[in-house]
T-cell receptor, first 114, second 113 residues
């Protein structure tokens, strides 16, 4: 089946610094990638949708200047959390979709901001 | 936009019993309804999905039903096993191209041996 990887799997950073998370589709070309945020024991909340070579579409309430998304190729999307604060601590999951309906999820990145 | 509600939030059953999780959606334009299983600390895994031109789909012990008129769909797990214990999420996509998938709040299923 299709495989999506994320790196890093977990990261701890200090308040005020920036953190970059990578999402890769390993064995297929993803026309669209999605970024989700998941708080403990809660559902997946869509943050943004990105199509290769174009600007990401952010969901209402998500600060585009704080959560920078780049989708430079059909196999790589990055999420950069800029000037991170403790309230940004969360589980960030990406997913990727090729032609069709199904989304394949990455393993997630646990971000802790101290 | 689309709003997906999921019930119950927690469900506990005895091994061998059936489990049913229900979801409703708000946008009649939604046409794709996947179900995901997420074990603790792991990624969501697609377990079954259904499209709006089908009323029911079955895969071994798992089945999904869809009622487009009432705008609700359900996940049925029969002969539950302890390894079925996980959080299950339903989802619905607004558009054909699946770019606006919305998830339900999740159901934590516990199967007691």
């Amino acid at each position: 089946g299709a495989v999506v990887s994320q790196h890093p799997s977990w990261v701890i950073c200090k308040s005020g610094t920036s953190v970059k998370i990578e999402c890769r589709s390993l064995d297929f070309q993803a026309t669209t990638m999605f970024w989700y945020r998941q708080f403990p024991k809660q559902s997946l909340m869509l943050m943004a949708t990105s199509n290769e070579g174009s600007k990401a579409t952010y969901e209402q309430g998500v600060e585009k200047d704080k959560f920078l998304i780049n989708h430079a190729s059909l196999t790589l999307s990055t999420l950069t959390v800029t000037s991170a604060h403790p309230e940004d601590s969360s589980f960030y999951i990406c997913s990727a979709r090729m032609a069709g309906y199904e989304q394949y999820f990455g393993p997630g990145t646990r971000l802790t901001v101290t | 936009g689309e709003n997906v509600e999921q019930h119950p939030s927690t469900l506990s059953v005895q091994e061998g019993d059936s489990a049913v999780i229900k979801c409703t959606y708000s946008d009649s334009a939604s046409n794709y309804f996947p179900w995901y299983k997420q074990e603790l600390g792991k990624r969501p895994q697609l377990i079954i999905d259904i499209r709006s031109n089908v009323g029911e789909k079955k895969d071994q012990r798992i089945a999904v039903t869809l009622n487009k008129t009432a705008k609700h769909f359900s996940l049925h797990i029969t002969e539950t096993q302890p390894e079925d214990s996980a959080v299950y999420f339903c989802a619905a996509s607004i558009r054909v191209n699946n770019n606006d998938m919305r998830f339900g709040a999740g159901t934590r299923l516990t199967v007691k041996p």
